[in-house]
Nanobody, 125 residues
Framework: VQLQASGGGLVQAGGSLRLSCTVS????????MGWFRQAPGKAREFVAG????????YSSDSLKARFPISRDNAKNTVYLQMNGLKPEDTAVYYC???????????????????WGQGTLVTVSS
């Protein structure tokens, strides 16, 4: 199973980006999917997750409002729509797949066995 993340870049504060993560070599529709991020000098943190059934979780209400997560099983792709970007959102964003039989998606990094390479998002003030 391989995950390919894309869509990062440089954007001004207040702008938008849509990250995509395409999964190959596995059964995408059976996976819970998550997005994490790691800012310079900080630990990796959970951003959002979506279950195989389409249920979603977020690390905070603020990110829930600004960064909706979605998936398209026909395209084997999970998305993170990033709106109202702030300089503190600058980070490398990683997608990850939870291939377990857990019923629900969780925010725990160790749940996710497969990780993409990351895509850099830089927000200028």
């Amino acid at each position: 199973v391989q995950l390919q993340a894309s869509g990062g870049g440089l954007v001004q504060a207040g702008g938008s980006l849509r990250l995509s993560c395409t999964v190959s070599g596995g059964t995408f529709s059976t996976y819970h999917m998550g997005w994490f991020r790691q800012a310079p000098g900080k630990a990796r943190e959970f951003v959002a997750g979506i279950s195989r059934y389409g249920g979603t979780i977020y690390s905070s209400d603020s990110l829930k409002a600004r960064f909706p997560i979605s998936r398209d099983n026909a395209k084997n792709t999970v998305y993170l729509q990033m709106n109202g970007l702030k300089p503190e959102d600058t980070a490398v964003y990683y997608c990850a797949a939870d291939q377990s039989q857990r019923i629900g998606v969780r925010s725990i990094a160790s749940d996710y066995a497969v990780w993409g390479q990351g895509t850099l998002v830089t927000v200028s003030s």
